[in-house]
């Protein structure tokens, strides 16, 4: 059984940080494209980062230079580390593996909320 729990996330206040972390369990986790996403109420998931299973890392324009993605396949977890948190980054972020078009897998999710 697949199971991506997603951890990390909670209430901080604007410019401040946190760090999400993806524990990945029933896949060979090396093998998976790992993206975080995010979804705010009526609007449509979007991606934050992702990260190759060789290490290439894609970030959305918006977390550019505040956001790191990263992942260690030996503990099959994948991190975003957030910093200069904007109240606009309030949202609940999910984690993605995927291995093709037809094999992926999302994680249940995860509340960030900036606010002051």
């Known amino acids: 059984q697949v199971q991506l729990v997603e951890s990390g996330g909670g209430l901080v206040q604007p410019g401040g940080s946190l760090r999400l972390s993806c524990a990945a369990s029933?896949?060979?986790?090396?093998?998976?494209?790992m993206t975080w996403y995010r979804q705010t109420p009526g609007k449509q998931r979007e991606l934050v980062a992702a990260?190759?299973?060789?290490?290439?890392?894609n970030y959305a324009d918006s977390v550019k230079g505040r956001f790191t993605i990263t992942r260690d396949n030996s503990k099959n977890t994948v991190y975003l580390e957030m910093n200069n948190l904007k109240p606009e980054d309030t949202a609940v972020y999910y984690c993605?593996?995927?291995?093709?078009?037809?094999?992926?897998?999302w994680g249940q999710g995860t509340q960030v909320t900036v606010s002051s």
């Open positions: 029933g896949i060979i986790f090396s093998r998976y494209a």
């Open positions: 993605n593996a995927k291995l093709s078009t037809t094999i992926f897998y």
């Open positions: 990260i190759t299973s060789g290490g290439t890392t």
